[in-house]
Nanobody
């Protein structure tokens, strides 16, 4: 089995910065697209940013120019640098991997659309 563990959330003032990380644990063979989603209270979950295994990124219009997504494939970790944070960025941020291939012993497995547990980001003065 594998796990996605998010960290780095917390309380920050408007205009401040946070850096979120999402680390995949287990004997990872490969991870395709990794993404960050967020969900504010009473709202649907929305896509924030995606990054391919080769490092190509896409961002939601609401975060372009403020957020930067990167990944370290050797560490099986993705990072979301969030700058110029606004109160409307307040949400639970979830890491997602669309396809994780991993091995356990001599067997190989695949998990699709695998989610982390989320980390809370609160932007408030």
């Amino acid at each position: 089995q594998v796990q996605l563990v998010e960290s780095g959330g917390g309380l920050v003032q408007p205009g401040g910065s946070l850096r979120l990380s999402c680390a995949a644990s287990g004997s990872i063979v490969s991870i395709n697209v990794m993404a960050w989603y967020r969900q504010a209270p009473g709202k649907t979950r929305e896509l924030v940013a995606t990054i391919t295994s080769g490092g190509s990124t896409n961002y939601a219009d609401s975060v372009k120019g403020r957020f930067t997504l990167s990944r370290d494939n050797d560490k099986n970790t993705v990072y979301l640098q969030m700058n110029s944070l606004r109160p409307e960025d307040t949400a639970v941020y979830y890491c997602n991997a669309d396809r994780i291939r991993y091995r356990s012993g001599n067997y190989y497995y695949t998990q699709y659309y695998f989610w982390g547990q989320g980390t809370q980001v609160t932007v408030s003065s």
